[in-house]
């Protein structure tokens, strides 16, 4: 089979650093500060994310049966699976990225090669531990934190930044037919949001506060957790918290208007954050986890029995 090369990522001589640069802008911004070493590492691993990432939201007709052929890479289960993957696999090898996270990413990209309607908050948070949990707890490994107590906030930092993610793409998430907001919040069809009918504007707005409030329960436990990570990998980790954090506050300002489209963060704003980060880096002690936040994730990849 021919492996599948997104357009983003279809020039494996494209340097990572120059992906992150040009589609994961808040990210590039944060790895910045990491230094050379780390900051390549980080790019790294957010190009197989990206790559994974651009293949499941793609419009090839084999695209699931190309994502099950990577799934089975990682775990184990085939050879090869093309040379993206094959990069990937020397980057885990060399920092003991968890393969079960990144065959978890795998599953979940695979949830979405399906319509999507979301039923309750449990099922949304396993989703979001899926696609976006995992990629915490593989960049705790790619960032050379040997703490594991940061797992559990790794965690809490993917989860965070995935409901922003969802806050923020309700309109383009409907016209590919995934609804994630919860039936529970707002039980309407992806085709109706689509269509941003007046009838659903404002109970869909009312379920993206509901995400924002979610989302700061999990930054709020992620902050605890930078203070686990090494100096300089905790201020770039939590620039990017900051700065992802702040679309949600951007989406708050314009008042929810979800059906206007998207929203961004200003490069004045990420400088403002930016400072406001060497406040995260002061040495305090570090609380347990918060037990009741994975209370629906038991099972899943890094996360702890209870």
Same mark, same amino acid.
Not at 186 to 202: K, S, V, Y
């Given at each position: 089979?021919?492996?599948?090369?997104?357009?983003?990522?279809?020039?494996?001589?494209?340097?990572?650093?120059?992906?992150?640069?040009?589609?994961? %802008?808040?990210?590039?911004?944060?790895?910045?500060?990491?230094?050379?070493?780390?900051?390549?590492?980080?790019?790294?691993?957010?190009?197989? =994310?990206?790559?994974?990432?651009?293949?499941?939201?793609?419009?090839?007709?084999?695209?699931?049966?190309?994502?099950?052929?990577?799934?089975?890479?990682?775990?184990?289960?085939?050879?090869?699976?093309?040379?993206?993957?094959?990069?990937?696999?020397?980057?885990?090898?060399?920092?003991?990225?968890?393969?079960?996270?990144?065959?978890?990413?795998?599953?979940?990209?695979?949830?979405?090669?399906?319509?999507?309607?979301?039923?309750?908050?449990?099922?949304?948070?396993?989703? =979001?531990?899926?696609?976006?949990?995992?990629?915490?707890?593989?960049?705790?490994?790619?960032?050379?934190? %040997?703490?594991? +107590?940061?797992?559990?906030?790794?965690?809490?930092?993917?989860?965070?930044?995935?409901?922003?993610?969802?806050?923020?793409?309700?309109?383009?998430?409907?016209?590919?037919?995934?609804?994630?907001?919860?039936?529970?919040?707002?039980?309407?069809?992806?085709?109706?949001?689509?269509?941003?009918?007046?009838? =659903?504007?404002?109970?869909?707005?009312?379920?993206?506060? +509901?995400?924002?409030?979610?989302?700061?329960?999990?930054?709020?436990?992620?902050?605890?957790?930078?203070?686990?990570?090494?100096?300089?990998?905790?201020?770039?980790?939590?620039?990017?918290?900051?700065?992802?954090?702040?679309?949600?506050?951007?989406?708050? +300002?314009?008042?929810?208007?979800?059906?206007?489209?998207?929203?961004?963060?200003?490069?004045?704003?990420?400088?403002?954050?930016?400072?406001?980060?060497?406040?995260?880096?002061?040495?305090?002690?570090?609380?347990?986890?918060?037990?009741?936040?994975?209370?629906?994730?038991?099972?899943?990849?890094?996360?702890?029995?209870?």
């Amino acid at each position: 089979m021919e492996h599948y090369q997104p357009d983003h990522v279809r020039d494996q001589q494209e340097p990572p650093q120059q992906i992150l640069a040009r589609h994961g %802008k808040s990210f590039y911004w944060a790895s910045k500060f990491l230094g050379v070493a780390l900051a390549d590492r980080a790019a790294r691993l957010y190009q197989f =994310c990206r790559y994974v990432d651009d293949l499941a939201d793609g419009d090839l007709p084999d695209r699931q049966e190309s994502l099950e052929d990577i799934r089975a890479r990682l775990a184990g289960e085939a050879i090869s699976a093309g040379p993206e993957i094959e990069a990937f696999m020397v980057l885990a090898n060399s920092t003991n990225i968890p393969l079960s996270a990144a065959t978890e990413l795998l599953d979940g990209m695979l949830m979405d090669q399906h319509p999507t309607a979301v039923a309750d908050e449990a099922e949304l948070l396993r989703y =979001c531990h899926a696609v976006a949990g995992t990629v915490g707890l593989m960049m705790c490994r790619v960032l050379n934190c %040997k703490e594991p +107590r940061a797992d559990s906030f790794a965690i809490d930092l993917g989860i965070a930044m995935q409901l922003t993610n969802i806050s923020r793409d309700v309109l383009e998430d409907a016209k590919m037919s995934r609804r994630y907001l919860p039936a529970s919040w707002a039980n309407f069809t992806p085709a109706q949001i689509a269509e941003a009918r007046l009838d =659903c504007q404002q109970p869909v707005a009312e379920g993206i506060e +509901r995400l924002l409030d979610l989302a700061e329960t999990y930054y709020a436990s992620a902050l605890l957790g930078l203070r686990l990570l090494p100096f300089r990998s905790r201020f770039a980790i939590a620039i990017a918290l900051r700065v992802y954090r702040q679309i949600g506050w951007v989406l708050r +300002r314009r008042k929810l208007a979800w059906w206007r489209g998207r929203v961004m963060v200003s490069a004045g704003e990420k400088v403002v954050l930016s400072l406001r980060s060497v406040a995260d880096l002061r040495p305090k002690n570090v609380p347990l986890h918060q037990a009741h936040l994975h209370q629906h994730l038991q099972g899943l990849a890094g996360v702890q029995s209870r």
